[in-house]
């Protein structure tokens, strides 16, 4: 299996949620199957059936979190020096050049994106077409409304 990329952020993040699922989730999904073994006739208890899908889904997340950090490679974007170009973990501080709209994106592995947040994923459109460049050069996107131009106002590493 190939390295995921991740910032620290977000392999402190995955980290949190591995912590409280094997603390947390697990025991009150194991507490919850004993609940609904003790109300009898299992094979009619929808409470068991509930419980007990709750905890194939807990195990398994418990499973794709430990191999994801496993083979991650953290990036602290901070240490970065790409001499001004735009590389994963980069802040990138956009405008658009037909309506003058500004923007900012952090560019983060796919477990991190959060558009909301200004975190989008290094696998996305938008920032494939950031990849390599620099402060005052132009990007395309390929966006569902057509073809976008952003230039690159500046580029952080933070």
């Known amino acids: 299996m190939s390295t995921i990329p991740l910032t620290r952020r977000g392999a402190e993040l995955l980290k949190d949620e591995l912590h409280r699922l094997k603390t947390v989730e697990r ?14 006739d299992l094979s009619e208890n929808a409470e068991y059936d509930a419980a007990k899908d709750k905890q194939g889904f807990i195990e398994g997340r418990i499973q794709e979190l430990e191999g994801k950090l496993a083979v991650a490679q953290i990036i602290d974007p901070s240490g970065l ?3 001004g170009r735009v590389v994963f973990g980069s802040t990138v501080d956009l405008e ?20 909301k947040q200004g975190l989008i994923s290094i696998s996305s459109p938008m920032a494939r077409a950031l990849i390599g460049k620099e402060a005052g050069d132009i990007a395309e996107v390929q966006a569902p409304g057509g073809l976008r131009s952003w230039e690159i106002v500046d580029v952080r590493y933070v």
């Open 27 to 40: 025991h009150a999904v194991i507490q919850a199957i004993s609940e609904a073994r003790a109300q009898g």
């Open 81 to 83: 020096d790409a001499d």
């Open 96 to 115: 658009d050049e037909d309506s003058g709209a500004k923007a900012t994106y952090q560019i983060v592995g796919d477990d991190e994106a959060d558009l």
